[in-house]
């Protein structure tokens, strides 16, 4: 198992930009999770879904969507980005909630810097 | 609201303990444990479960006091690999989502 993918793994964009980070597991978890990690605020979820076709937002949702088609992909897309959205990027996935076992597994991380 | 830890940061020598304190404002249903290296993705570490189940590291230990909403990783005799931010993921009743805290970075020297 190839276990949380994610791309690209640094990108740097210009303020007012759009793109979509990509986000894929391929361990069937019905829960997956986008947070940004900055220096000092720790991780701040932005955006979740607990399966195909349901989102929701996290603590820090403005300026980004989501959506979940598929079970295996869980894009992040910046509508416009701006400078206040250089951070490192990072997607979990876990097994439904309601599992005793309910560990999140996350990816490597995007590092996104805009100017 | 995100939940609180303390300490912010701490220095250990190696063989020392540690206790890293979370706080949340709600009710809670478990306690989740994560640790990142820097530089890398957060590592799960372990779940505090209502109840007083617990699953997770053979070498570092947690409490979970329900009613005062707070839970403690207790590391015991420190080793060097144990360096790095920790975090704690509080779920709450009827919430799906799991939000974490500011972290403790730990550092232990030799």
């Known amino acids: 198992n190839a276990g949380v993918t994610q791309t690209p793994k640094f990108q740097v964009l210009k303020t007012g930009q759009s793109m979509t980070l990509q986000c894929a597991q391929d361990?069937?978890?019905?829960?997956m999770s986008w947070y940004r990690q900055d220096p000092g605020m720790g991780l701040r979820l932005i955006h979740y879904?607990?399966?195909?076709?349901?989102?929701d937002q996290g603590e820090v949702p403005n300026g980004y969507n989501v959506s979940r088609s598929t079970t295996e992909d869980f894009p992040l897309r910046l509508l416009s980005a701006a400078p206040s959205q250089t951070s490192v990027y990072f997607c979990?996935?876990?097994?439904?909630?309601?599992?005793?076992?309910?560990?999140?597994?996350f990816g490597p991380g995007t590092r996104l810097t805009v100017t | 609201q995100q939940p609180v830890q303390s300490p912010q940061a701490v220095i250990l020598r190696e063989g020392e303990d540690a206790v890293i304190n979370c706080s949340s404002s709600k009710a809670l249903y478990s306690v989740h444990w994560y640790r990142q290296k820097h530089g890398e993705a957060p590592v799960f570490l372990m779940i505090?479960?209502?109840?007083?189940e617990q699953k997770g590291h053979e070498k570092i230990s947690a409490s979970f006091n329900e009613k005062k909403q707070q839970s403690s990783l207790y590391l015991t005799a420190s080793q060097l690999s144990y360096s790095g931010t920790y975090f704690c993921g509080p779920r709450d009743f009827g919430n799906e989502k799991l939000t974490f805290g500011t972290g403790t970075r730990l550092t232990i020297i030799p």
């Open positions: 505090l479960l209502k109840g007083g």
């Open positions: 879904s607990v399966g195909a076709g349901i989102t």
């Open positions: 361990m069937n978890h019905e829960y």
């Open positions: 979990a996935s876990s097994r439904e909630p309601g599992h005793t076992t309910y560990e999140q597994y």
